[in-house]
């Protein structure tokens, strides 16, 4: 009998190892991963308020601003359909390449539509600032740049999640 008990214990305890050693090392690997993505980012955020000058810190923040709506604007959820279109089927590599493609594609034409708003509605909104042209063209081509690169990274950032590769995808957002 006291066998029959210390075989049960035995077999609910390997059970409950098998079912938490893997999360909890896939807890570690976020808390570890985060942790750094947001001590690098509040340090460079830190960095940019107390070196930069305060009219040029408002230059970074409004190009900054802008970039984060140029990003959602161009991608209106077309990263996030990634994830229900493959459901399970996280192993056939063609058929994510196939939805990655579209996406792409969807990606670039709401680009295309957005970048020349932003090129003609950023100088309007910011020509009472008193930056010169060629500070508010290098602003448009700073935007036009980071939110090509945003959404290029969007599109493949999606996979990683969905491949389950998160320390590639963490090193990716820390760049």
């Given amino acids: 009998m006291n066998s029959y008990i210390t075989y049960l214990r035995t ?4 059970a409950w190892k098998a079912f ?6 896939r807890m570690a690997v976020f808390l570890r991963s985060q942790g750094i993505a947001t001590a690098g980012n509040l340090l460079y955020g830190f960095l940019c308020v107390r070196l930069l000058p305060i009219p040029d810190y408002a230059e ?12 959602v604007l161009s991608d209106i959820g077309i990263s996030g ?10 192993d056939d590599f063609q058929l994510i390449a196939d939805y990655v493609a579209s996406l792409r594609q969807l990606a ?15 100088p309007l909104l910011v020509r009472h600032q008193g930056w ?17 690169s945003a959404r290029a990274s969007g599109n493949y950032s999606a996979v990683l ?7 590639v995808w963490y090193r990716t957002q820390m760049i």
């Fill in 11 to 14: 077999g609910r305890a390997q």
């Fill in 20 to 25: 938490l050693v893997p999360k909890l090392r």
């Fill in 60 to 71: 970074y923040a409004v190009v900054f601003g802008f970039l984060g709506t140029l990003t």
């Fill in 81 to 90: 359909t990634l994830l229900p279109l493959v459901g399970e089927r996280i």
């Fill in 108 to 122: 670039h034409w709401t680009y295309i539509a957005v970048a020349p708003l932003i090129a003609f509605v950023f």
């Fill in 132 to 148: 010169s042209l060629k500070v508010v063209a290098a602003m448009v081509a700073i935007l036009l740049v980071a939110g090509w």
């Fill in 161 to 167: 999640i969905i491949r389950r590769d998160l320390t």
